[in-house]
Structures are given as structure tokens and as C-alpha cells.
């Protein structure tokens, strides 16, 4: 079975800064798909980053980035130059080899400070 | 490009009637699927369809919950009947997926339904 583990059930940041948020996971399946996903208080859900398990190089896409340590499995989100719009709860989520099923942590809400 | 579509965003109904949510996912997009959020367990997984069929209903809580998909642009969700502790926030998503392919599309999430059972 599957498992994401998301210690960090707050973070805070100041304006400007970095911060890393952290996603460690469990599967015996050796191809998965890491995903995570921003949740601000609206409520919806949006796609932020993906990480396939057979990527060579750490997957970015703009002020995000994920720091992804196969052996530790590990998943880590740095958002870079953190902006107040920025504040939110991140989801880590997984996708097993059927693609189908998406397994989500419990969730990080992460304050941005001005 | 227009997204996931839910309706309704808010719906409030008392205990014991009938509840449907409606969703509308991304054109060519062949894969759909429901879930459920609440403080307590978080996201679930409720349903998964591909190509209109179901191929993951383990999550559905119990029959009062069922689903279709009658065509690749529509799906409902419909509690009958509706008990307070099925209040949740309700998503849909949608991706692209080959069934037996390995494929990690990401699932694109509409705005979600706010469902508040008295």
C-alpha cells in the first residue's frame, strides 16, 4: 500500500524567502508519479509540480522546485521568493503504476509573513 | 482552455433527500474521477472512471452513494439519501490515462462542491 507522509502540519515564512516542505513516502511499486498540488483558502485545488520516480534531474517549474531523493524517498517542495499569495495548504501526492489511484499526505499550510 | 467545471459550488439540503453533483470534465480528458474532502480523513479517493467505465469504486462509502458517467463530458455523483456526515467538500478531476500504460498525467481538479447536509 501506498503511504505520503507530510510531518509539517504548519510552516511559516517571511516574505521573499525560501522554503522547503516536506514529503517522504512508502511504495514497493519501483515506477510512481510524486505530485503536488496548492489548496488556498478558495478551496480549489491546483497542480503545482510533478516528479516521475525514473527522472534523472529534479523537477521545476518556475519558483517551484522538488527536491527528490529516491533513496530517502522523498519528495521535498522549495518554493523560492515566497510571495503572500503564496500562503496556503500544499498537498504531496503519489500515483502508483496504474495511474489511476492518488494518494495524498495530509497537508502543509504554509503562512507567508510580509 | 476551460477547466474541470462543478455545479453546484454550495449546496445545503436537509438530512434524507436526494443530492446530485455534476461535473464536466476537460475536453479529451479520458479518465474522471470523484473525491471527497473532509477535516477528519482528508482527501479520498470515491470513484474512478476511464473512458466512462468504472474501474475503482472501492472508496464509494455505501449504496447510498453511486455514480455515472453516461458520455466522456459529464459525470454525477448522487447521495440517496443524504446524511449529515456526508458533508464534505466533493471534487472532480480529470486527466488523460492509458488503462495498462504507465502514465503520470496529472489530474486536473475542478472547484469543488461544498456540501452541507442539516
Known amino acids: 500500500a501506498q503511504k505520503i507522509t507530510q510531518t509539517q502540519p504548519g510552516m511559516f515564512v517571511q516574505e521573499k524567502e525560501a522554503v522547503t516542505l516536506d514529503c517522504t513516502y512508502d511504495?514497493?511499486?519501483?515506477?510512481?508519479?510524486l505530485f503536488w498540488y496548492k489548496q488556498p483558502s478558495s478551496g480549489e485545488m491546483i497542480f503545482l509540480i510533478y516528479q516521475g520516480s525514473y527522472d534523472q534531474q529534479n523537477a521545476t517549474e518556475g519558483r517551484y522546485s522538488l527536491n527528490f531523493q529516491k533513496a530517502r524517498k522523498s519528495a521535498n517542495l522549495v518554493i523560492s521568493a515566497s510571495q503572500l499569495g503564496d500562503s496556503a495548504m500544499y498537498f504531496c501526492?503519489?500515483?502508483?503504476?496504474?495511474?489511476?489511484?492518488?494518494?495524498f499526505g495530509e497537508g502543509t499550510q504554509l503562512t507567508v509573513n510580509p | 482552455d476551460a477547466g474541470v467545471i462543478q455545479s453546484p459550488r454550495h449546496e445545503v439540503t436537509e438530512m434524507g433527500q436526494e443530492v446530485t453533483l455534476r461535473c464536466k470534465p476537460i475536453?479529451?480528458?479520458?479518465?474522471l474521477f470523484w473525491y471527497r474532502q473532509t477535516m477528519m480523513r482528508g482527501l479520498e479517493l470515491l470513484i474512478y472512471f476511464n473512458n466512462n467505465v468504472p474501474i475503482d469504486d472501492s472508496g464509494m462509502p455505501e449504496d447510498r452513494f453511486s455514480a455515472k458517467m453516461p458520455n466522456a463530458s459529464f459525470s454525477t455523483l448522487k447521495i440517496q439519501p443524504s446524511e449529515p456526515r456526508d458533508s464534505a467538500v466533493y471534487f472532480c478531476?480529470?486527466?488523460?490515462?492509458?488503462?495498462?500504460?504507465?502514465?503520470?498525467?496529472?489530474?486536473?481538479f475542478g472547484d469543488g462542491t461544498r456540501l452541507s447536509i442539516l
Open positions: 478531476a480529470s486527466s488523460f490515462h492509458l488503462l495498462g500504460r504507465r502514465n503520470y498525467q496529472p489530474q486536473h
Open positions: 511504495t514497493s511499486d519501483p515506477s510512481y508519479g
Open positions: 475536453s479529451g480528458h479520458n479518465s
Open positions: 501526492a503519489m500515483r502508483d503504476r496504474s495511474g489511476s489511484r492518488l494518494t
